[in-house]
């Protein structure tokens, strides 16, 4: 019943919204105020009324250009699946099942729908992994309805380059209407015919890898990759669709990748988001001289913070974001990877695993050794500047996959735990320094576990 109340009030909320947004955005809060009856959002309402009454706020102009740029169904799906499934419904199953089985419950799941990529870019593991790996139809419906039996309604596709399998990528899309479906594709096989089927589904959202502007993107990617980039998104942005960016700032692109330039760029083109990482020297082929010196890495965290504050496109820094989550995502604490062959790996960047899709539902999956070691052991560092267990604390993965038993799940050369991360060993101590000086900056304790965290608690 309180999840029919709950639905109810958004749908007749989002409409009251939609009929003139500018004027009713302000009386929309009052209206949630009301609703807050226990305070328990009061923070968040502070902070969404502060922006709502500056008009010349960046996140305000974000909230009205989803009006003036976005297809009002494509508008509509969003906030359904978004907002009120995954938000509003989903999470409190998800919060219910973290209690009853006692382990972790994404708030999204990560899967590859083939390894196969049209692409061969510098670094990229997935060049490694063949053509011939991938998943059936089936197998992907079947982990769309055990992650909704979860809580889940939102999907992401990774590769191999995901855009190769259109036709399944739709057809879910069609038959799992209530979800959110978003993939991280090179953007180059985008057209005109694939942008009309996201018209019709509607619940479809392309986050475009770009790795800066032509000359750095080509160098990485291939010659005309940029310019197949850039047809893609004014496609995209002609027919008013959602699409976001997905960045990889390395040591040779971060200043242009956090530059005004480049964020006024993106906004330019239409994006609505930009899903920030740093580059991780994952597989045989990888280039550890791609990855960023701590100067750099604090370039990007001081960079994205300052435009949160005066661009209006939202961004995550898949790394320097996890204060904001309390440490690491993945291990199924907010989301999990299924790669092309059916292992569930607890990160995209993390290939290593004691479960498969073929032998083992998602839930059990969740409860292996595995993931049970980063749900005991989360977060690895009460520096949350510092989440990630190998590029940011690179003794914690080894400790992990060893207690579990786990193999690596390389599709080509597998790749022993300890090599992985002496790969990441010179530059997570330079970041520890860094790391440190940034917390104790903004949180104002350099050492939480001697204040037993009552710094964090006043920081907010």
């Given at each position: 019943m309180n999840k029919i109340i709950s639905s109810t009030g958004m749908k007749l909320a989002?409409?009251?919204?939609?009929?003139n947004p500018e004027k009713n955005i302000p009386k929309l809060m009052d209206w949630i105020d009301r609703f807050d009856r226990n305070n328990e959002m009061e923070s968040q309402r502070k902070a969404i009324r502060k922006i709502i009454e500056d008009k010349d706020n960046n996140w305000y102009k974000l909230i009205l250009s989803m009006w003036s740029d976005i297809?009002?169904?494509?508008?509509?799906?969003?906030?359904?699946?978004?907002?009120?499934?995954?938000?509003?419904?989903?999470?409190?199953?998800?919060?219910?099942?973290?209690?009853?089985?006692?382990?972790?419950?994404?708030?999204?799941?990560?899967?590859?729908?083939?390894?196969?990529?049209?692409l061969k870019c510098t670094g990229c593991w997935a060049a490694e992994y063949g053509k011939?790996?991938?998943?059936?139809?089936?197998?992907?419906?079947?982990?769309?309805?055990?992650?909704?039996q979860l809580g889940v309604y939102f999907y992401l596709y990774s590769g191999g380059e995901p855009l190769v399998r259109k036709k399944d990528i739709i057809a879910l899309c069609e038959k799992h209407g209530d979800c959110l479906f978003a993939a991280f594709t090179n953007g180059t096989l985008i057209d005109e015919d694939f942008a009309d089927e996201m018209l019709r589904v509607r619940n479809f959202v392309p986050a475009i890898?770009?790795?800066?502007?032509?000359?750095?993107?080509?160098?990485?990617?291939?010659?005309?990759?940029?310019?197949?980039?850039?047809?893609?998104?004014?496609?995209?942005?002609?027919?008013k669709l959602i699409f976001g960016a997905s960045l990889c700032y390395t040591r040779y692109n971060t200043e242009v990748i956090g530059s005004e330039e480049f964020f006024d760029f993106m906004i330019d083109k239409g994006v609505k988001f930009a899903w920030f990482f740093t580059y991780m020297p994952v597989g045989a082929d990888a280039v550890p001289d791609l990855m960023v010196t701590a100067d750099q890495r604090e370039f990007m965290y001081r960079q994205i913070r300052h435009f949160r504050e005066t661009k209006p496109l939202f961004t995550l820094d898949f790394w320097n974001d996890g204060e904001y989550a309390a440490g690491c995502i993945a291990g199924g604490r907010r989301y999990l990877h299924i790669n092309?062959?059916?292992?569930?790996?607890?990160?995209?960047?993390?290939?290593?695993?004691?479960?498969?899709?073929?032998?083992?539902?998602?839930?059990?999956?969740?409860?292996?050794?595995?993931?049970?070691?980063?749900?005991?052991?989360?977060p690895f560092n009460d520096n949350h500047l510092r989440p990630c267990p190998l590029l940011d604390n690179p003794g914690r993965l080894t400790e992990m996959v060893e207690v579990s038993g786990a193999a690596s799940t390389d599709f080509i050369k597998p790749e022993d735990v300890h090599s992985l991360s002496c790969k990441c060993v010179n530059t997570a101590e330079k970041w520890a320094v860094t790391a440190e000086r940034l917390w104790t900056e903004s949180h104002g304790c350099a050492d939480c576990v001697k204040c037993g965290g009552e710094a964090r608690k006043a920081a907010g």
């Open positions: 989002y409409a009251y919204l939609n009929s297809n009002t169904k494509v508008r509509k799906a969003f906030f359904n699946n978004f907002i009120l499934n995954e938000s509003f419904i989903g999470w409190p199953i998800q919060e219910a099942n973290r209690e009853k089985y006692g382990c972790n419950i994404p708030w999204a799941i990560l899967m590859d729908p083939t390894a196969a990529c049209n011939n790996s991938s998943m059936s139809l089936e197998m992907m419906d079947s982990i769309v309805k055990q992650g909704k890898s770009i790795e800066g502007f032509e000359n750095a993107t080509d160098s990485r990617r291939g010659k005309g990759t940029y310019q197949a980039v850039i047809r893609a998104m004014e496609i995209l942005k002609r027919k092309a062959n059916g292992d569930i790996e607890p990160c995209a960047f993390i290939h290593y695993s004691d479960s498969s899709i073929y032998e083992n539902t998602i839930l059990e999956a969740l409860q292996s050794p595995l993931f049970m070691q980063y749900h005991m052991n989360q």
